[in-house]
């Protein structure tokens, strides 16, 4: 009876010929068994699986632009371009239903919306929508499943999510691609590769269900917060959008249209309990987070409202518009001071701009001569580009001393040591070189350096200025630290028009094609 029941279930699955002859060959292997033994369990198991996959079923795509539009504004401010991406791209579906999806990767910092523009995506496509991180997975396993003859093995995750989608046509979000490693169990890159090659993917295996399943009709949806540790072959199957980090006015706008009412709904308040005006949600941004997305924002705004429902709960809140003395008295003094930047000008000490995985941020870079020899100590987590950039700028100084007006046979006498602070953070990139050079010049000729100034830029051996990339990431990290003069290449003059004008506005741009240009900003 039991196997009568499952010949049923095959008759409703509307599986592919293959599967289902896979099945009626394990009903038979299970009507020979007795009915309670271990490998009884083992098929049925898998009949399970093999039964309840959507095969077939899929949900009706509803490409309806302006509909779509209003979704995608409905869940997020701003982000025109990459809401303009997404359209191009629902569009493109609509004309060319049975084109094989390609495959979207958003990259950006922490925060700034890339998990929650996914779902929007599947709410505008009308799909079911799973997510699966990758983060820190190394076992091929995780995605492929186990083979049938291991104990308790089970689908791979692929399978698991599409099971859970009930549907063949999920939006799948596969988050955190770039945190994915691989070692001894295999290597998922390549697996992933299987599932994601539109070339391959109509026909993916898993190792437990040894019939192919089509995810050809599935759209991955990637992401990822840097492309550095994306194996090349993923890479170059993917349509990169690049998201970036916010100004201090959208996430103003982002706060009051959308953490705001949605913290408050979270947590059973209302504007009746409280309202949070402009000039203290910038109280708020500015002295308790410090980062490109908005994450830590919305994280604070749900730290004040659990303080502010326990008062009102205890009846010790009386409704109001709240003020900056209300944000200390619940959330404590704030963390950070919009002067970040040295407070007065320094010896050796230089404000550099790095485009790191968490978006922008300022660092200095510390320069102390000690009596020596000419040799080089460089610590703080600093990658092996780093080092070699503080090599170039090392030797450029010595041998440009006299024109920095630097007794030449200094380095005879002279060790350095470079040192770039937050050792937490790894380091790397070759756009420290001019601040690192900045840093020993004034180390060296005992000058002071200008403390609201901040740098970014490439160093030949020859003083030349080189340009850099994350020309918006950095210069949005000097605005959130107070800098006010910000040195960038000459080549990177066309990236200023990325850089919203009220940004652009207050901060000092000069663009140098020499190292001399920048000592002469800078000391
Ligand atoms: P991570 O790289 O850390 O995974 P993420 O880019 O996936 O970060 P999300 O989790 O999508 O970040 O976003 C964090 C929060 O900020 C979410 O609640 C999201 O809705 C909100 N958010 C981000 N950007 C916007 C925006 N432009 N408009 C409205 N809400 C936003
Ligand atoms: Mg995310």
């Not at 003059?493 to 940004?503: H, S, T």
Request: aromatic content about 6%; charged content about 30%; glycine content about 8%.
């Amino acid at each position: 009876a039991e196997a009568d029941e499952y010949r049923e279930k095959i008759a409703k699955a509307k599986c592919p010929k293959e599967v289902e002859e896979k099945a009626l060959k394990e009903i038979e292997r299970l009507e020979k068994m007795p009915p309670s033994s271990a490998e009884g369990t083992v098929v049925r198991t898998y009949l399970d699986w093999l039964l309840v996959l959507p095969w077939t079923k899929s949900s009706r795509d509803k490409i309806d632009l302006t509909r779509s539009e209003e979704i995608l504004n409905q869940d997020h401010y701003g982000l025109e371009k990459v809401k303009e991406r997404i359209l191009e791209f629902l569009a493109i579906r609509k004309l060319t239903p049975k084109m094989k999806s390609p495959i979207l990767c958003l990259v950006g910092p922490p925060g700034v919306g890339k998990t929650s523009l996914a779902k929007s995506i599947s709410r505008s496509l009308n799909r079911k929508f799973v997510r699966m991180s990758l983060g820190g997975l190394r076992d091929e396993a995780e995605i492929r499943g186990h083979r049938r003859t291991y104990i308790g093995a089970l689908p791979g995750r692929i399978i698991q999510g599409v099971r859970t989608a009930g549907t063949r046509n999920p939006v799948f979000l596969l988050d955190e691609i770039d945190k994915m490693s691989s070692d001894f169990r295999g290597d998922p890159a390549s697996a992933l590769l299987e599932v994601l090659d539109p070339e391959q993917n109509s026909t993916f295996t898993d190792h437990y269900l040894e019939v192919p399943f089509d995810l050809s009709q599935t759209l991955f949806v990637l992401t990822a917060n840097t492309l550095h540790t994306i194996p090349r072959p993923l890479l170059d199957r993917m349509e990169i959008i690049n998201i970036s980090g916010y100004t201090e006015d959208e996430k103003l706008n982002i706060a009051s249209r959308y953490l705001v009412p949605k913290q408050l709904e979270a947590h059973g308040l209302s504007k009746d309990v409280f309202t949070l005006e402009d000039d203290v949600l910038l109280k708020l941004l500015q002295g308790y987070t410090r980062e490109s997305g908005v994450r830590g924002l919305e994280r604070q705004v749900a730290n004040l409202c659990r303080k502010i429902a326990v008062r009102w709960v205890k009846q010790e809140w009386e409704p109001h518009t709240l003020t900056v003395e209300d944000l200390e008295s619940t959330l404590g003094a704030p963390r950070y001071h919009f002067q970040a930047a040295g407070k007065s000008p320094e010896i050796g000490a230089v404000t550099g701009l790095a485009f790191t995985e968490v978006g922008g941020v300022v660092l200095t870079v510390e320069v102390t001569p000690l009596p020596g020899k000419g040799r080089l100590t460089i610590t703080g987590q600093l990658g092996d580009v780093m080092k070699e950039s503080a090599q170039a700028a090392w030797t450029f100084v010595r041998a440009y001393a006299n024109q920095l007006g630097i007794e030449e046979d200094f380095y005879d006498r002279t060790d350095l040591h470079i040192h770039v602070p937050e050792g937490a953070t790894p380091k790397d990139g070759p756009s420290a070189g001019i601040t690192m050079a900045t840093a020993i010049a004034s180390a060296i000729a005992k000058r002071y350096v200008r403390h609201d100034l901040a740098m970014t830029g490439e160093i030949t051996l020859r003083g030349n200025v080189l340009p850099i990339g994350g020309v918006k990431e950095k210069v949005l990290a000097a605005h959130r630290a107070g800098i006010k003069v910000v040195v960038l290449p000459e080549e990177n003059r066309k990236d200023l028009e990325e850089i919203p004008e009220n940004v652009r506005k207050v901060l000092e741009f000069h663009f140098v094609s020499r190292i001399e240009e920048v000592l002469k900003l800078a000391l």
